[in-house]
């Protein structure tokens, strides 16, 4: 049974923070990864993919892997109002589309 | 990126009849997939659809529930048959794209 999990929130963080997102996986096959913002009422966007060990960076937002741990995180730096979202890990073993697996998703509070 | 379209955003409808939830996809892909999100919940798999042959459905998605055609590389259909109030959800068209899954609106869909 793949499995994505996914600290459970809400998460609250002060406007300016650093708000930590973070995800486990439980298949060490997996190959992708994933995290998707989701806004009440819309659907899922992607904010960053991370295919290799160590950290990505992209604006605020920074990808974290670490596949010995099975782990993922997100961090978003100077947390906005803007980000108040649900923020969905997601895991394949195959980047082309199939076997694409969620998280529940985490929801963020970035509060002014 | 791709530019998903679906038909309709929303719907209400009566237990009993079936709903068909059309989109469209500005690129040809190979694969399109169907999912589904329960209120407060994450993605759920319905089903895999490829251009000239039979839809793949994941564990506890059939067939005679959840019709699918895929009549070209940018276009599929997902009817929700014999509707009950447990069908209440948003359904999502997704595809994948240079490795990344992109997701259409997706159609609200309530049974009353």
């Known amino acids: 049974q793949k499995e994505v999990e996914q600290n459970s929130g809400p998460l609250s963080v002060p406007e300016g923070a650093i708000a930590s997102l973070n995800c486990t996986y439980s298949?060490?096959?997996?190959?992708?990864f994933f995290w998707y913002r989701q806004y009440s009422g819309k659907s899922p966007e992607l904010i960053m993919s991370?295919?290799?060990?160590g950290d990505k960076e992209d604006g605020r937002f920074t990808a974290q892997l670490n596949k010995a741990s099975q782990y993922v995180s997100l961090l978003i730096r100077d947390s906005q109002p803007s980000d108040s979202a649900t923020y969905l890990c997601?895991?394949?073993?195959?980047?082309?589309?199939?076997?694409?697996?969620f998280g529940p998703g985490t929801r963020l509070s970035v509060l002014p | 990126s791709a530019v998903i379209s679906q038909k309709p955003s929303r719907d209400i409808c009566q237990r009993g009849t079936s709903l068909t939830i059309q989109c469209q996809v500005d690129?040809?892909?190979?694969?399109m997939f169907w999912y589904r999100q329960q209120p407060g919940q994450s993605l759920t798999l319905i089903a895999t659809?490829?251009?000239?042959?039979?839809?793949?459905?994941e564990s506890g998605f059939v067939i005679d529930k959840f019709p699918i055609s895929r009549p070209n590389l940018t276009f599929s259909t997902l009817t929700v048959s014999n509707m009950s109030p447990e069908d209440s959800s948003i359904y999502l068209c997704?595809?994948?794209?240079?490795?990344?899954?992109?997701f259409g609106p997706g159609t609200r869909l309530l049974v009353l």
């Open positions: 997704s595809v994948n794209y240079l490795e990344t899954q992109y």
């Open positions: 991370i295919y290799s060990n």
């Open positions: 690129s040809q892909v190979t694969m």
């Open positions: 659809a490829n251009q000239g042959s039979e839809a793949t459905y």
């Open positions: 298949d060490r096959g997996s190959q992708s």
């Open positions: 997601a895991v394949t073993l195959n980047p082309h589309g199939q076997n694409f697996v």
